[in-house]
């Protein structure tokens, strides 16, 4: 469904990420995992048309969609939950959630199909329908994490692209997040996961990619990547079990 083939950016005319080259089936979960700088978000930003890409193609259903602005991407249906989730602190938790709907603004029945997206976010959220009125500069970390979930949801996206949802949360949290992420799988919604969680990312994913410096180091079903004894070492990329599995050319 959404492809990246041998992609090549970064800031100001330098590489962030070079030769980079991922696969994100439809209805399935792809999981990116790496340490701090491996070029995570750059690689997201990439595909929703935020940073400057030097050289690669990304295509989602078939067409090459590299040039195209964010506005058009996201009209596509190619949503992100951007990482520190980037919230209108002033507005309350149902404005931030009606920009979401953003996308489906030009739908001929929108008003049906808003309160039915709105039903499913709080649905999934039980949270956000007792903070409606609540302004999102006031909430706690894992509510506002539930907002900007929501707020995704709210475009009723082809695919969702998650940024380290989860940064910063308590446990108890994670858990509840990773949960909602499950039911979402369950659906069939395709999403490409980015995460420092790298066992529970593995868990929820069938496919995962490690990143290190820019590149991507290793890939494999989420399940060998899981089984491998050192996936911990790996994950900071300094296993040679891990990369055997698919090892990244
Ligand atoms: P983290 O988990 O810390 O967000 P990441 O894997 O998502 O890390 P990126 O944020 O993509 O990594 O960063 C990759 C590289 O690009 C790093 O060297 C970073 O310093 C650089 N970088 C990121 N954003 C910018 C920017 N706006 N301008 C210049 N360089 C940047």
Known sequence: MLEVADLRAGYKGS??????????????????LGPNGAGKSTLINSICGLTEVHAGSIYFEGADITRL?????????IVQVPEGRQLFGPLTVDENLRLGFHRLRRSANRTA???????????????????TGQRAVTLSGGEQSMVAMGRALMADPKVLLLDEPSIGLAPLIVELLFSVLAKLRDSGL??????????????????????STGAITAHGAARELLDS???HQSYLGESPALSTVGKAS
């Open 15 to 32: 590489d962030a990420i070079r030769s980079v080259s991922i696969k994100v089936p439809r209805g399935q979960v792809v999981t990116v």
């Open 69 to 77: 602005s964010a506005p058009d991407i996201v009209d596509l249906g």
């Open 113 to 131: 199909l808003f309160k039915q997206r709105l039903d499913y976010v709080h649905e999934l959220f039980p949270k956000l329908r007792e903070r």
């Open 190 to 211: 395709t999403m490409l996961l980015v995460e420092q969680h790298a066992e529970e990312s593995l868990r929820l994913a069938e496919y995962g990619y490690v990143m």
């Open 229 to 231: 004894p050192s996936l």
